[in-house]
């Protein structure tokens, strides 16, 4: 039994441990109780017990819908102080905040993504540790072959990906491939010299191959959300990428480009041949639906074709089931508005977003001699299929389950009125004069909220919403509000987070095929993408309003259907990363000890430029914009009391996007019509600042590459710095370590 060989987890906590992930377990409830002091390698020579291991470490390491960034996890795609350097969302932070620069040359309030804890729950080498030491244990002990190959090759793939968030970020780290010695205080052993990123690149594809070659070929029903052999090809593809990008390939070294290509065409047609595509390739449905239904649950068959690398969770309560056992996903909480529906406060999508997605003929909003383009107030007309599934607007259904709303707290008697198969979100906001409604730091009084404040437009992207789920509930509604209070009305739910996508594979593809000027296979990659999204083919070209390009213009083709496809996913930052996006990569001549290797040779030494941006924006570079939050402010004043709204009675007829087509191709309809004439007689759009302060976008050329804090150093006397950044361990001199250097 496994209890004999574990002195401080209860056996209780074992077995459950064993058998909770497919049904969704926390990540907390081993955090704080691995001992391994306490452990006897005779564990790792029964297969319970072993696989108890390996699950301890999918509940560590599995990406977290419900967090920001951190060493463990990369973006959701909630605000965090990476989406928060993008177009994505407003608020100043870290990497974007001009006062930041006080900061340098030390690492002063930079995320702390190289954790120096000596704590095994705590930092990146403790989850390395983690993994080597059950790789380990599980080799030297003696279970079958079968049984040995299965649990290495999940450990792999883990300790593979976590190198990857690494090195994605410093370039080049130490590279530790078995278990130090418990006294870190021992010098040697302990203290590991980085090594090149080229380096680790190798070594990340090793472990991704090794977990390759041992996962099974298939994994039974119950096991849906292992680590599969299409996941670690699809990393290796990210990887190559990564490596093949203008942040590590300066000079534009054709050799990554093919070295990409290979390794996600390899990972598509492993995929291909095994059952993965495009979700609802051929049955779009209505306004982009068949696209929205990838993020629901993923009992339909079809919906499993596209999740690639999967997080999964449920919607048991913590006050009916021990700990480790009920897992949930809160981001329907916070992207619902806090108002009787039971949200939060609400996910607030920039102006910036919501103008760049394409028009409904698949062309980019804003270019001169074009039929029609993006209406500044009508912006809701005639676009893209994904934009009416990516963001919640006046006038529009956004339906949940649950009509029970008597049962929230301090709600005044009249606003108990929600059901929530009929909800509408009314979205705009009114001021109580027009010297705040016309100022731009002033938040106005919201229609769909319970607090004083309206946030603007919504994201909706990942929700819940009863349009697309059949319907089917992923949120546990509590019979009683106050039986979990601190989740609050959608806490408890079991949307899965789909960290790789088969839409974000294909697009990898695409990218790489640039590389190598194989524009016609991109090109064809990016109308499969937009056959997907549901355009309709009575008004787009054959080709979905993209045009075959060079390769510069390609390359940016493929950049920007990434920000559409993949919006609000946590991947734009990274994408920004690799390309330089902030400067162009100009400035790295400023660099304290930048080698001249740090210039741009290749991509017209400026990226923006190579990639065909100018063209049709002056978005980019980004450093110097201010970004602003949508809102929809009403012409007509009016003092806030609970029920002071001056346009409730004038609102007409909801869209529903199941049936009401909201483009012009089509004959248009009398309720949408009624609702442009909304818009346009009661409604102003409103510029109101996001990034607060007249702080404009700051980027500092150090940031595409972090260095340590002096306290990682401290306890690794062989850490170099990173070029940039001050290096404590050698009397605040700039550090010495080049991530580009082979």
């Known amino acids: 039994m496994v209890k004999k060989y574990i002195y401080i987890i209860a056996s209780s906590v074992v077995l459950a441990a064993s058998v909770c992930l497919w049904t969704g377990c926390s990540t907390d ?205 699809a990393v290796m593809g990210r990887v190559k990428l990564l490596y093949a990008s203008p942040l590590f390939n300066r000079g534009d070294d054709l050799s990554r ?130 934009f009416y599934r990516t963001f919640a607007f006046p006038g529009i259904y956004w339906r949940f389950d649950g009509s029970d709303t008597k049962s929230l707290p301090g709600l005044p008697a009249d606003a108990q009125v929600y059901n929530g198969e009929e909800y509408v979100l009314w979205n705009y906001a009114w001021y109580a004069d027009d010297a705040t409604r016309t100022t731009d730091t002033e938040k106005g009084f919201g229609a769909d909220k319970l607090g004083d404040k309206n946030l603007g437009m919504y994201v909706r992207k990942r929700s819940n919403d009863f349009d697309v789920t059949n319907p089917t509930r992923l949120y546990r509604w509590p019979a009683a509000f106050a039986e979990n209070a601190a989740a609050g009305l959608f806490g408890e739910g079991a949307m899965p987070h789909m960290e790789i996508r088969y839409a974000e594979v294909l697009l990898n593809l695409a990218e790489a095929a640039c590389g190598i000027s194989k524009m016609d296979e991109a090109f064809n990659i990016l109308k499969l993408i937009r056959q997907r999204a549901g355009y309709d083919q009575d008004i787009a070209t054959a080709d979905y309003g993209l045009v075959l390009g060079d390769r510069g213009t390609m390359f940016g083709d493929v950049l920007y259907e990434r920000q559409i496809e993949l919006a609000y996913e946590g991947k734009r930052f990274d994408d920004m990363r690799r390309w330089l996006l902030w400067d162009g990569g100009v400035n790295f001549s400023s660099v304290a000890g930048a080698p001249g290797s740090w210039s741009l040779a290749g991509f017209d030494g400026n990226t923006i430029m190579f990639l065909g941006y100018w063209a049709y924006t002056d978005s980019y570079p980004f450093n110097g914009q201010l970004r602003d939050n949508f809102e929809l402010a009403s012409k007509t004043t009016a003092a806030r009391n609970t029920d002071a709204d001056p346009l409730k009675s004038k609102r007409p007829a909801a869209l529903d996007l199941k049936v009401d087509t909201v483009t012009s191709h089509v004959a248009t309809t009398a309720k949408i019509t009624a609702l442009e004439n909304f818009y346009i007689n009661y409604l102003d759009r409103k510029k109101r600042r996001g990034d607060t302060e007249n702080r404009e976008v700051t980027f500092e050329p150090q940031y595409y590459f972090l260095g340590f804090s002096s306290g990682a150093q401290g306890r690794n006397p062989s850490l170099e710095q990173t070029i940039g950044w001050a290096d404590v361990k050698r009397g605040d001199a700039y550090g010495t370590f080049d991530p580009l250097a082979e």
């Open 257 to 386: 480009w093919q070295e990409a290509y290979d390794a996600n065409k390899r990972a598509i047609e492993w995929l291909d041949a095994n059952g993965y595509g495009l979700a609802y390739l051929n049955e779009p449905g209505f306004n982009g639906a068949g696209w929205a239904k990838v993020f629901g649950g993923i009992a339909e068959a079809e919906v499993r074709k596209e999740a690639v690398l999967v997080t999964l969770y449920n919607m048991l309560n913590d006050s009916n089931a021990a700990n480790e056992t009920w897992r949930n996903n809160n981001r329907e909480q916070g992207l619902r508005p806090a108002n009787a529906t039971g949200g939060s406060t609400g996910t607030t999508a920039t102006a910036r977003m919501v103008d760049m997605f394409p028009m409904a003929d698949g062309k980019r909003p804003g270019f001169s001699n074009y039929p029609y383009s993006a209406d500044e107030l009508l912006f809701f007309k005639d676009r893209d299929p994904r």
């Open 29 to 233: 409830f081993l955090e704080d109780k691995t001992d391994y002091s306490k452990l006897t390698p005779d564990i790792y020579n029964d297969y319970t017990g072993a696989l108890m291991r390996v699950h301890d470490i999918y509940l560590r390491m599995l990406p977290n819908a419900n967090t920001g960034v951190t060493y463990r996890w990369p973006s959701s795609g909630r605000s965090d102080v990476q989406t928060q350097a993008t177009e994505e969302y407003t608020g100043v932070g870290y990497y974007t905040d001009p006062k930041s620069s006080k900061n340098f040359p030390y690492m002063t309030g930079a995320p702390a993504l190289f954790n120096e804890s000596y704590k095994t729950s705590e930092s990146p080498y403790g989850e390395i540790r983690n993994c080597n030491d059950a790789i380990e244990g599980i080799s030297k002990g003696t279970l079958t072959d079968a049984q040995k190959k299965e649990l290495l090759g999940q450990l792999y793939f883990f300790r593979g990906w976590q190198y990857y968030l690494l090195v994605k970020t410093y370039g080049g780290v130490p590279i530790i491939d078995h278990v130090q010695a418990a006294d870190v205080s021992l010098v040697g052993d302990a203290t590991v010299p980085r090594s090149t990123t080229k380096k680790c690149i190798d070594f990340i594809c090793e472990d991704l191959e090794r977990a390759f070659a041992m996962l099974p070929a298939t994994w039974s029903s119950s096991d849906v959300g292992r680590i599969s052999r299409g996941a670690a090809l």
